[in-house]
């Protein structure tokens, strides 16, 4: 079955940086275009990046474009969000996400595999 692990969170002064990884089995990875979530304390999940199926494209929210770089690496079946420039409105649970498309996709009804999530803590 699909599995989805996120590693990497943590807690980090404002300012400071942190790379999730997530690591996907169960199905052949190279086919799906991938995507990293968040939800903070009280408020919905929201999209924060996407990547398509071999990595040429991807999408940012404005929140985070300029300080987190999405990127994938097909051989080791993972996914990557580096995060720089830590703000603590970037605290949150963020999830990894499988689309059911290999085309960039942002919208959550677009992803149909989640991972359990990875708290994030950015502190003032």
């Known amino acids: 079955q699909v599995q989805l692990v996120e590693s990497g969170g943590g807690l980090v002064q404002a300012g400071g940086s942190l790379r999730l990884s997530c690591a996907a089995s169960g199905f052949t990875f190279s086919r799906n275009a991938m995507g990293w979530f968040r939800q903070g304390p009280g408020k919905e999940r929201e999209f924060v990046a996407g990547i398509s199926w071999g990595g040429g494209s991807t999408y940012y929210a404005d929140s985070v474009k300029g300080r987190f770089t999405i990127s994938r690496d097909n051989a080791k079946n993972t996914v990557y969000l580096q995060m720089m420039s830590l703000k603590p409105e970037d605290t949150a649970v963020y999830y990894c996400?499988?689309?059911?498309?290999?085309?960039?996709?942002?919208?959550?009804?677009?992803?149909?595999?989640w991972g359990q999530g990875t708290q994030v803590t950015v502190s003032s």
């Open positions: 996400a499988r689309s059911d498309y290999g085309t960039l996709r942002t919208m959550n009804r677009d992803f149909g595999s």
